[in-house]
Every structure is written in structure tokens, then in C-alpha cells.
């Protein structure tokens, strides 16, 4: 009757490991998605900073980056 409980144990573990090393898989993976979607607005919206300024530069409204 043990050793069922040890073929059990093990099934169970064996599970258990497979189960969270899928899951830090999934997580990780949505990790560096979300990180690769953020650098992409970071650099949208430093494009869009740049595209004002050089707008305010031709307008002749110098700001205070573009001002010497």
C-alpha cells in the first residue's frame, strides 16, 4: 500500500513542477512582450517630442531646449 502513496507523490509532484515551470514560461514570455511594448511608446512618444520641436524651431518659437 506505500508504495502507492510514493507513485503518487511522485505523479503529483512531477505535475506540480511541470505546471509552474510551464507558468514562469507564459509569465516570462508576457514580461518581455510588455517590455518591447513599452520601449515602442517610449520611442513614439520621443519622436513625437522631437517632430514639435522641430515645428516650434521652423515656427520660430524657440523652447527652452532649442533656445541659446
Do not use: P
Not at 6 to 28: I, K
Not at 46 to 62: I, M, S, V
Amino acid at each position: 500500500m506505500s508504495g502507492w502513496w510514493l507513485v503518487l507523490a511522485l505523479v503529483w509532484g512531477a505535475a506540480g513542477w511541470a505546471f509552474a515551470w510551464n507558468q514562469n514560461r507564459y509569465w516570462g514570455e508576457t514580461i518581455e512582450h510588455a517590455r518591447a511594448a513599452l520601449d515602442g511608446w517610449d520611442e513614439a512618444i520621443d519622436a513625437k517630442r522631437d517632430a514639435e520641436r522641430r515645428l516650434r524651431k521652423c515656427q520660430g518659437t524657440h523652447d527652452e531646449d532649442t533656445a541659446s
